[in-house]
């Protein structure tokens, strides 16, 4: 079942949407050479909470962690570890989600430590890029395959050529962190649910420099290319409003990254 909310729904899972940018930002400022990932995983924890909220990872189905820390050829689900201290130039997706009064939220980030070479810098901002795309097409009387048309487009009209990760992607997201629809990134648009007032969505593209099948470790959750090449990850939960877009995840709703697009997002 696809849960659809009311105004006054979508205005409380701003508030976890809010609560979850602030521990993403609060963690990205920690990012150095010599940090660990259990550092960062208690720096977002404690701004959770310190916000009344909870963290909606931990404990998800025994997940240990408030964020999942995925470095380098980590996709997604990298699990933190106080012994797992980041080097310069390492590229880290920080993955992280809150519950406030009973709405979940879900955004994701990928930094480099300290300086990026030109071939992550150009991986992250297509990655980014190809999300805002997606997001620009949360729009009411569309359908579900309009935003993964819009990732997909994005990340194909590129010179270089970027592994589009199969399987994965985005969901629907209220009352629990996963629901109903799964949201891919690539397909034909035009397809799937009517893109309803009242849905929430986290759109999460994830892409690769090089071939983008995948392996999930035996550790259960971490997943990494097969090949060994680098990937990047990013995700903003968003809400479809008869004003247009509204990221709840995002500190001023969207309004800066959905403006390249020609889309004026509800603040």
């Known amino acids: 079942m696809i849960q659809i909310k009311t105004p006054h729904e979508i205005g409380l899972m701003r508030a976890s949407g809010l609560v979850t940018a602030g521990a993403i930002a609060a963690v990205k400022a920690a990012v150095r050479p010599g940090v660990s990932t259990g550092e960062l995983d208690a720096i977002a924890e404690d701004h959770i909470r310190s916000a009344g909220a909870v963290p909606n990872f931990l404990g998800y189905h025994g997940f240990t962690g408030t964020i999942c820390a995925s470095i380098n050829d980590e996709v997604v689900h990298g699990i933190p570890n106080p012994d797992r201290v980041l080097a310069e130039g390492d590229n880290i997706s920080i993955d992280c989600g809150a519950i406030l009064q009973g709405w979940h939220s879900d955004s994701a980030v990928t930094v480099t430590v300290g300086s ?6 150009g991986l992250l901002e297509v990655t980014e890029r190809s999300m805002w795309a997606g997001l ?15 990732v997909e487009e994005s ?3 590129n010179e270089r050529r970027y592994g589009i990760v199969d399987h994965y992607g985005g969901h629907g997201i209220g009352t629990e962190m996963h629901q109903d629809p799964h949201v891919l990134n690539y397909g034909r648009a035009g397809r799937g649910p009517k893109l309803v007032p009242g849905l929430v969505l986290a759109i999460e593209p994830m892409v690769t420099i090089g071939d983008p099948a995948t392996v999930e470790l035996d550790d259960g959750w971490t997943v990494v290319t097969k090949d060994g090449s680098r990937a990047a990850h990013f995700e903003h939960s968003v809400a479809i409003t008869p004003e247009g877009p509204w990221v709840l ?11 390249p697009f020609g889309v004026t997002a509800r603040h």
């Not at 620009?136 to 819009?150: C, F, M, N, W, Y």
């Not at 995840?249 to 403006?259: F, N, P, S």
């Open 116 to 121: 990026a070479s030109a071939e992550d810098a």
């Open 136 to 150: 620009a097409k949360a729009i009411a009387g569309g359908r579900l395959t309009d935003i993964s048309h819009a």
């Open 155 to 157: 990340i194909t009209a």
């Open 249 to 259: 995840t995002a500190e001023d709703g969207g309004v800066a990254g959905l403006a």
